[in-house]
């Protein structure tokens, strides 16, 4: 069980890296739908983070403990954001947009000009978050997401421009 993180404490956002991967994978097991298979495997995380291009930050509660990331990978002048999860004990509290706007900021502080994500169309929490973070779809791929069920989703790349992006 996590404590309800108060509104009126902000998270704290660090860096995270290889030394944070049990930390991150808790959280990582969490909160993705198994239905979707959309988490990663600690092997990717970790392959990942030793990338050069890579940067992470984790979100973290009064007791010091993961309970949020953000995991993304610069390529020239955009920035990909890969993941992003909060605990499922902890939403709704200001955590997610905390962490996306530190990675826009961080984006912004490696000279990206963009960011871009990719989100499954039917995962609301995420497209509302997206979308009040400054996203826009800027494009569709069909059948991208298969669910167990056989169901398909589209997969909805959204980008944010960071040249207005107030530091
Ligand atoms: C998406 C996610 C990161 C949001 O984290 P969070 O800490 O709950 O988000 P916040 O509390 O900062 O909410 C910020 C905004 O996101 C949107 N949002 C968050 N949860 C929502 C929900 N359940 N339904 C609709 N919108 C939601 C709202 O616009 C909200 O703003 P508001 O509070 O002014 O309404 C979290 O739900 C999550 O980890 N989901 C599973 C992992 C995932 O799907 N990641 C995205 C794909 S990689």
Do not use: K
């Not at 994978?25 to 959309?38: I, K, L, Q, T, Y």
């Not at 992470?56 to 993941?83: I, K």
């Not at 997206?130 to 997969?155: D, K």
């Amino acid at each position: 069980m996590n404590p309800p993180v108060s509104p009126l404490i902000a998270p704290v956002i660090v860096p995270a890296d290889a030394r944070h991967i049990d930390a991150l994978m808790v959280v990582m097991r969490a909160s993705f739908d198994p239905a979707f298979g959309e988490a990663w495997s600690a092997l990717q995380l970790g392959g990942t983070l030793a990338l050069d291009s890579s940067f992470a930050r984790q979100a973290l509660d009064a007791a010091g403990v993961a309970q949020g990331f953000t995991l993304s990978r610069s390529a020239g002048p955009e920035v990909e954001l890969l993941l992003i999860a909060v605990h499922p004990g902890q939403r709704g509290n200001g955590m997610g947009r905390a962490l996306i706007n530190t990675a826009c900021l961080d984006a912004v502080r490696r000279s990206a000009s963009e960011i871009f994500l990719e989100v499954r169309e039917n995962n609301q929490a995420a497209l509302s978050l997206y979308r009040q973070a400054g996203f826009l779809e800027v494009g569709r791929r069909p059948n991208y997401y298969a669910g167990v069920t056989g169901a398909r989703f589209a997969a909805l790349t959204m980008r944010r421009r960071l040249d207005n992006f107030d530091l």
